[in-house]
C-alpha cells in the first residue's frame, strides 16, 4: 500500500430544501388555508477516525465530496426530507486545516474522533408558518439556507510514542523489526525505508508502547538533501526520540560526534519544539569490533560532557545491550518507571507507628450472641366439631326444603 500523508480535498455541505407554497383543498372544507411544508435540512460533512487506516491514499484520487442537500417542502403540511450526513474516515492523528485561511480546525485522535467539519444549510419555511389573524393566507414561504464550502488540507502525523531517527542505514528497521512484529525493508543500501513504519514494542511483559520508524535523514536535509523533512513531522507527537549513529566503517569524513551534531541541527531547523525533546542516544552495529571501539571511545567524550549523555552499545543482531535501552525509553514515556541502572529516587513517605501485635484471639472469649425475646404465639381459633345427630337433623331439614 502506498504512504499518503498529506492531500487537499474540497467537501461542500448540503443545501437546506425551499419551503412550500401549498393550500388545503378538501371537499366540505372552503377556505382550508394554507398547508406548505418546510424543507429538509442539508447533510453535514463529518470527518471520523478510522483505527483501521494507516494513510491517506483515498483521498488522493478523488478530491471532490458533496454531501447530499434537503428536498423541499411539500403540500398538506409534508415536510421535506433531510439530506444524510457525509462521512469521511482518517486515520488516527489526521491534522485538518482550512486551505484558504491555514486555520487548524481540528486534531483528530482518541481525544476527538470525530468533528462536523461543514455544517449543511437549514431548511426554509412553508407558508402554514406565516399565517396570523390578519394574513390568513400568505403567499410566500422561506428559501432554505446554502451548505458550508470548504477547501480543506489534511496532514497525517502518526501517533506514536517513540521515534526513531538517524542517518540512512544506521540500523533503524533492523532495530523495529527486532523490539516489535513489523517488518520493514532491510538492505545494505541508504534509503531503503521511504515511508514511516509503526510497531508495538513490548515491555518487560506488562506494558507496551508504539514506535515509529523515520526514513533516514542527512545533512541538508532543510534544503531538500535526501527525502529532506517531510517525515519529520510523525515524530512530533513522540514522548522520546531513539537516536541512532552507526559506529561501523561510515562514510568518508563522517564519524559519531559529526552525525550525531548534525541530525540534532536538522531538528533543530525543523522545529525547536522537535529539537528539545528528550533523547536516547545509541551507538549500532557493536557486535563489529571497530564499531564497539568507536562506540566505547565516544561514550567517554560524551560522559565528560557539562550535560553528560547517555551512549548505549547496541547490536540489534545479538540483542545485546537492548534490554537497558528499552528500560531507559520507558522511563523517558512513563514517571513511575525509573532508567536502567538506577534514576528517579521515590519520595520517602511517612513512618508508620509502631502497633502492638493483637493477642491471641481464644474461642472462649467470644461474647455469647444476644438473641431477640421471642414473642409469645397466639393459640389458634378451636374448631367447631359438630355431633352426629345435629349434621343428621341438617340434612333432614334441606331435603325437606326442596
Avoid at 390578519?134 to 410566500?140: D, L, S
Avoid at 541538508?220 to 517531510?230: D, F, K, N, T, V
Amino acid at each position: 500500500m502506498k504512504f499518503v500523508d498529506e492531500v487537499r480535498i474540497h467537501v461542500k455541505a448540503g443545501d437546506g430544501g425551499g419551503g412550500a407554497i401549498a393550500w388545503r383543498r378538501e371537499k366540505f372544507i372552503p377556505k382550508g388555508g394554507p398547508a406548505g411544508g418546510d424543507g429538509g435540512d442539508g447533510g453535514d460533512v463529518v470527518i471520523q477516525v478510522d483505527p483501521q487506516l494507516s494513510t491517506l491514499l483515498d483521498y488522493r484520487f478523488i478530491r471532490e465530496y458533496k454531501a447530499r442537500s434537503g428536498s423541499k417542502g411539500h403540500g398538506r403540511d409534508m415536510n421535506g426530507v433531510s439530506g444524510d450526513t457525509l462521512v469521511l474516515r482518517v486515520p488516527a492523528g489526521t491534522l485538518v486545516r482550512d486551505f484558504d485561511t491555514s486555520e487548524t480546525l481540528a486534531d483528530l485522535g482518541p481525544d476527538l474522533p470525530s468533528v462536523v467539519i461543514a455544517k449543511g444549510g437549514r431548511g426554509g419555511l412553508g407558508n402554514i408558518n406565516f399565517a396570523t389573524s390578519t394574513n390568513q393566507a400568505p403567499r410566500y414561504a422561506q428559501e432554505g439556507t446554502k451548505g458550508e464550502e470548504k477547501n480543506l488540507q489534511l496532514e497525517l502525523k502518526l501517533l506514536a510514542d517513540v521515534g526513531i531517527i538517524g542517518y540512512p542505514n544506521a540500523g533503524k528497521s533492523t532495530l523495529i523489526s527486532v523490539i516489535s512484529r513489523a517488518r520493514p525493508k532491510i538492505a545494505d543500501y541508504p534509503f531503503t525505508t521511504l515511508t514511516p513504519n509503526l510497531g508495538v514494542a513490548q515491555w518487560r511483559g506488562d506494558r507496551s508502547f508504539v514506535v515509529a520508524d523515520i526514513p533516514g535523514l542527512i545533512e541538508g536535509a532543510h534544503e531538500g538533501h535526501g527525502l529532506g523533512h517531510q517525515f519529520l513531522r510523525h515524530v512530533e507527537r513522540c514522548h522520546v526520540l531513539v537516536h541512532l549513529v552507526e559506529g561501523a566503517n561510515p562514510a568518508p569524513g563522517r564519524n559519531p560526534a559529526s552525525d550525531f551534531a548534525a541530525i540534532n541541527s536538522e531538528l533543530k531547523l525543523y522545529s525547536k519544539k522537535l529539537a528539545g525533546k528528550p533523547q536516547v542516544v545509541a551507538i549500532t552495529k557493536v557486535d563489529i569490533p571497530e564499531a564497539r571501539q568507536a562506540g566505547e571511545r565516544w561514550a567517554r567524550v560524551m560522559a565528560r560532557r557539562k550535560v553528560p549523555v547517555k551512549v548505549h552499545l547496541l547490536s540489534s543482531a545479538t540483542r545485546q545491550g537492548l534490554e537497558e535501552l528499552l528500560d531507559d525509553v520507558a522511563a523517558a514515556i512513563w514517571t513511575d518507571v525509573a532508567p536502567h541502572g538506577g534514576g528517579r529516587p521515590k519520595k520517602a513517605g511517612r513512618p508508620r507507628a509502631a502497633v502492638e501485635p493483637p493477642a491471641p484471639y481464644l474461642a472462649e472469649d467470644r461474647p455469647a450472641p444476644k438473641r431477640a425475646a421471642s414473642k409469645p404465639r397466639k393459640a389458634a381459633p378451636k374448631r367447631q366439631v359438630q355431633k352426629p345427630a345435629a349434621r343428621a337433623k341438617k340434612a333432614v331439614a334441606r331435603r325437606s326444603r326442596r
